[in-house]
């Protein structure tokens, strides 16, 4: 009887435990996976900053046409290159300008034009670059949802339906435009007052 019991006594232990477990992976498991979405959700944003506020357009845009030529060389082909996750081999040639955004990919089509993508996933925001030589696209096409300098734009899915995005970006945009002006302004006044 003492035998029977103790079994029992360690079996509803054993089973308490379990249905506790399995309680906790079913609350912990939507919540484990809805903190990572805030997580990336929130580097997403501090990308965008960088990308909008922090990154010398004018650089960007040269770095990208960079890949272009090597498309043209025959040194790299069109393709949609992963940098941040499981990078393509090729990416860590990519000039630093780009790897400096921690792109989720760069994708470069037959037309050399060169697309940065900062999110992916359920957010699709970055950056397109066209060559010197690029044709205007076509009738149903365009260049990018806000033009940050010729041949760079910005684009995000979510931009036309959004005027809230607009404000944000746009303010964003002047904000890195200022930014890269008085960096110009310090740099040549570096150079006037240099012996």
């Known amino acids: 009887m003492k035998i029977s019991k103790n079994l029992f006594t360690k079996t509803n232990i054993v089973i308490v435990?379990?249905?506790?477990?399995?309680?906790?992976?079913?609350?912990l498991g939507p919540l484990g996976g809805i903190g990572y979405i805030m997580w990336d959700v929130?580097?997403?944003?501090?990308?965008?900053?960088?990308?909008?506020?922090?990154?010398?357009?004018?650089?960007l845009l040269r770095a990208c046409r960079e890949l272009s030529r090597r498309v043209t060389t025959g040194d790299l082909i069109p393709n949609h290159y992963r940098?941040?996750?499981?990078p393509h081999p090729e990416a860590s040639s990519f000039p630093q300008p780009i790897l400096d955004l921690k792109p989720t990919y760069v994708m470069i089509d037959s037309k050399r034009k060169v697309m940065i993508e900062l999110h992916g996933g359920f957010l699709h925001y970055g950056v397109m670059a066209y060559p010197e030589d690029y044709k205007e696209p076509g009738i149903n096409s365009k260049y990018g949802d806000k033009k940050l300098i010729d041949g760079l734009w910005y684009y995000n899915?979510?931009?036309e339906e959004s005027p809230k995005l607009q404000k944000?970006?746009?303010?964003?945009?002047?904000?890195?435009?200022?930014?890269?002006?008085?960096?110009n302004a310090a740099s040549?006044?570096?150079e006037d007052g240099a012996p």
Not at 17 to 27: D, K, N, Q
Not at 42 to 59: A, S, V
Not at 83 to 86: G, L, N, Y
């Open 17 to 27: 435990l379990a249905i506790t477990f399995v309680t906790v992976c079913l609350i």
């Open 42 to 59: 929130e580097k997403g944003k501090q990308r965008e900053i960088r990308l909008l506020c922090e990154t010398d357009y004018q650089t």
């Open 83 to 86: 940098v941040r996750q499981d």
């Open 157 to 159: 899915e979510d931009y």
């Open 168 to 183: 944000k970006i746009d303010k964003l945009i002047q904000k890195g435009k200022m930014r890269q002006i008085e960096k």
């Open 188 to 190: 040549v006044s570096n």
